[in-house]
């Protein structure tokens, strides 16, 4: 019995050492992942507060380069711009529109579901009820005008889904590449 009793408090506390040594390392290696992170994350900020401090302004880059010149705004909406698609539509406007499309679709389902929870409620409270076959029950109504708003739900579903679909066909017609609508 003692035996036993020294065995398994031996055990329980070589246990309790390993968990002790385990978490240890564990809160070393997070620090060390901290560290890296910030020295990989690390990036030079120029602001104008930095430029001042180091005496740099727009008249000494002026001085320095001769003349001060800056790109028409044309010039600079095409650099931001970047490649578009036949119908000069870029990737931004394709996202955007894709984005607009799934959030109506994700909106339609949400309502989709939740009108279908409403329904299995009602239908399970309408069978607990004793007297369902009583003409005058209060949840008739209640269950046809559910059943009406998830047909509608449903519906929009079908519509945003097609939408999406129909997205999909005039970026392929226009030429813009498939990833803009990821």
Known sequence: MKRTYLLILSTWLLGAGVVQARAQSLADAARQERERQKTVHSAIVISNETLKKEGITAETTAETSGTATTPSKTEA??????????EGHNEKYWREKFAAARQDLKRA??????????????????????????????????????????????????????????????????????????
């Open 77 to 86: 909406a095409k650099k931001d711009e970047g490649p578009t698609d036949n």
């Open 109 to 182: 389902q949400d309502a989709a579901t939740l009108l279908q929870l409403q329904l299995n409620n009602l239908n399970t409270e309408f069978l607990r009820q004793g007297d369902m076959y009583n003409k005058e029950n209060r949840l008739g109504p209640q269950i046809t005008d559910t059943q009406k708003q998830l047909d509608d739900a449903q519906k929009q579903v079908k519509a945003s889904e097609q939408k999406i679909s129909d997205l999909e066909d005039d970026l392929r017609k226009a030429g813009g590449p498939p990833g803009w609508a990821r």
